[in-house]
């Protein structure tokens, strides 16, 4: 029964595409400002409906870091509507052409932006994920299947019966954004197979739920990995701004991806910055996990095992490595890392351009922190993920990561000899 109802919505989200891939841009801006107004109007019952899922995932003994995800305050909510001002500020990169080309039989060539169809989208915890999944690739002029997970459901279906509600308002199919509404893991299951409707997975959670659909997908996956990011102190780094840099990618948001979950020390400035930082984690409960070296400095913190190097904590625990060279910090990043953001502070220009040409990640940051790896931060309105791919998508995923290309050949009898 749930097989068949995924199949269902997925059907009629792709009957959905067919019209929505030609429809004008200004209809959908119409939409997503009608969608903005419904949230602003609706903010007591969206807040109500998460106090539902935040009081439910508490006595289940969900995770703090999962908790914060989990909520919705004003600021969030805000946060929501502003992206989705942005949004409709954006120019849909739907039928750019990317280049134009005459061939010598008198051929025109053009590669042409398009949306990539059907995307469907599981994600765990985030409700604010459901707004900004459906509006990008609406923006986009793609449909969207969404699979929230368990513990945000009621806020989840509110979000989706505003949007649906607009999307009907404006004139077009309320099924161009499909909900399953429905907790049952097998959904997540179907939802990765139906691959007669759906044109991509993004899948974003836990390990568990990323290797599930990476495994099982019947369809291309752009992967949101976990975020195993980290810092590295440079010799020739400015103590101050360093001491700043790690304090905000630990502690700002501990429970995102983009927070720093391993320090990397040199060992000629080890004995200067760790005990300075050592003073900044005690006040701010964080648990710090060190190599031998580390343990030398910092005498009374645990000792961390070769498990803290590949732990994605989201919480306040730190793994800290003291380390002899930036190749060793580069080699260490590139062994444990999960490609998704990777920080050096370093005053010295060469090695600032060699961690970044050496890093293998998708984003890398130079004297800044890697908290900054978001969508809406770069501009880009809202993000469905930070993906950790290598083909079609890498780093943040906004509209232009939600279209593919086609080539447009016109000619005037042209026939091949």
């Not at 009608?34 to 949230?39: F, Q, R």
């Not at 469907?120 to 409700?127: K, L, Q, T």
């Given at each position: 029964m749930l097989k068949e109802r995924v199949n269902d919505i997925c059907r009629s989200a792709k009957d959905a595409f067919l019209e929505l891939a030609n429809i004008d841009e200004s209809k959908i801006n119409a939409t997503l400002t009608t969608l903005k107004e419904y949230i602003e109007s609706s903010r007591e019952s969206i807040k109500r409906a998460n106090l539902i899922d935040f009081n439910n995932a508490r006595e289940n003994n969900l995770k703090s870091a999962l908790l914060d995800r989990l909520l919705l305050n004003d600021k969030r909510i805000d946060?929501?509507?502003?992206?989705?001002e942005v949004l409709v500020s954006l120019k849909s990169p739907v039928g750019e052409v990317i280049e134009g080309y005459r061939l010598e039989n008198g051929l025109n060539i053009e590669k042409t932006r398009v949306p990539i169809g059907v995307i469907g989208i599981i994600y765990e915890s985030r409700p604010n994920v459901t707004i900004d999944a459906a509006t990008l690739c609406l923006k986009s002029s793609n449909c969207s299947v969404l699979r929230g997970?368990?513990?945000?459901?009621?806020?989840?279906?509110?979000?989706?019966?505003?949007?649906?509600?607009?999307?009907?308002?404006?004139?077009?199919d309320e099924n161009c954004v499909g909900f399953i509404d429905d907790t049952d893991r097998k959904g997540v299951a179907y939802l990765s197979s139906a691959d007669r409707y759906i044109d991509a997975i993004i899948p974003r959670g836990g390990e568990g739920l990323i290797k599930f659909v990476s495994d099982n997908a019947t369809v291309p996956v752009?992967?949101?990995?976990?975020?195993?990011?980290?810092?590295?102190?440079?010799?020739?780094?400015?103590?101050?701004?360093?001491?700043?840099?790690a304090y905000?990618?630990?502690?700002?948001?501990?429970?995102?991806?983009?927070?720093?979950?391993?320090?990397?020390?040199?060992?000629?400035?080890?004995?200067?910055?760790?005990?300075?930082?050592?003073?900044?984690?005690?006040?701010?409960?964080?648990?710090?996990?060190?190599?031998?070296?580390?343990?030398?400095?910092?005498?009374?913190?645990e000792k961390a095992t070769e498990e803290d190097w590949e732990t994605e904590y989201l919480d306040l625990i730190?793994?800290?490595?003291?380390?002899?060279?930036?190749?060793?910090?580069?080699?260490?990043?590139?062994?444990?890392?999960?490609?998704?953001?990777?920080?050096?502070?370093?005053?010295?220009?060469?090695?600032?351009?060699d961690f970044l040409n050496r890093v293998d990640a998708s984003c890398v940051y130079v004297n800044a922190s890697t908290r900054f790896t978001d969508g809406g931060v770069?501009?880009?309105?809202?993000?469905?993920?930070?993906?950790?791919?290598?083909?079609?998508?890498?780093?943040?995923?906004?509209?232009?990561?939600?279209?593919?290309?086609?080539?447009?050949?016109r000619g005037n009898g042209q026939i091949r000899e």
């Amino acid at each position: 029964m749930l097989k068949e109802r995924v199949n269902d919505i997925c059907r009629s989200a792709k009957d959905a595409f067919l019209e929505l891939a030609n429809i004008d841009e200004s209809k959908i801006n119409a939409t997503l400002t009608t969608l903005k107004e419904y949230i602003e109007s609706s903010r007591e019952s969206i807040k109500r409906a998460n106090l539902i899922d935040f009081n439910n995932a508490r006595e289940n003994n969900l995770k703090s870091a999962l908790l914060d995800r989990l909520l919705l305050n004003d600021k969030r909510i805000d946060g929501m509507i502003e992206s989705i001002e942005v949004l409709v500020s954006l120019k849909s990169p739907v039928g750019e052409v990317i280049e134009g080309y005459r061939l010598e039989n008198g051929l025109n060539i053009e590669k042409t932006r398009v949306p990539i169809g059907v995307i469907g989208i599981i994600y765990e915890s985030r409700p604010n994920v459901t707004i900004d999944a459906a509006t990008l690739c609406l923006k986009s002029s793609n449909c969207s299947v969404l699979r929230g997970g368990k513990e945000a459901f009621n806020t989840n279906k509110i979000l989706v019966s505003m949007i649906k509600k607009a999307l009907k308002e404006n004139g077009l199919d309320e099924n161009c954004v499909g909900f399953i509404d429905d907790t049952d893991r097998k959904g997540v299951a179907y939802l990765s197979s139906a691959d007669r409707y759906i044109d991509a997975i993004i899948p974003r959670g836990g390990e568990g739920l990323i290797k599930f659909v990476s495994d099982n997908a019947t369809v291309p996956v752009i992967k949101h990995d976990k975020g195993l990011c980290h810092t590295y102190i440079d010799c020739d780094a400015d103590i101050k701004k360093a001491l700043d840099i790690a304090y905000n990618a630990k502690v700002q948001r501990p429970g995102v991806c983009n927070a720093m979950e391993t320090l990397l020390v040199h060992k000629d400035v080890a004995n200067q910055f760790l005990p300075k930082f050592y003073e900044l984690m005690k006040d701010a409960s964080v648990e710090l996990r060190g190599c031998e070296k580390t343990c030398e400095i910092l005498q009374d913190i645990e000792k961390a095992t070769e498990e803290d190097w590949e732990t994605e904590y989201l919480d306040l625990i730190l793994s800290v490595k003291v380390v002899d060279s930036i190749d060793e910090a580069i080699s260490h990043i590139n062994l444990y890392g999960s490609s998704h953001s990777e920080a050096i502070v370093t005053e010295n220009y060469q090695n600032a351009e060699d961690f970044l040409n050496r890093v293998d990640a998708s984003c890398v940051y130079v004297n800044a922190s890697t908290r900054f790896t978001d969508g809406g931060v770069f501009g880009m309105g809202a993000e469905i993920g930070i993906s950790t791919n290598k083909l079609h998508a890498r780093g943040p995923v906004g509209l232009k990561e939600l279209t593919i290309y086609k080539y447009k050949i016109r000619g005037n009898g042209q026939i091949r000899e």
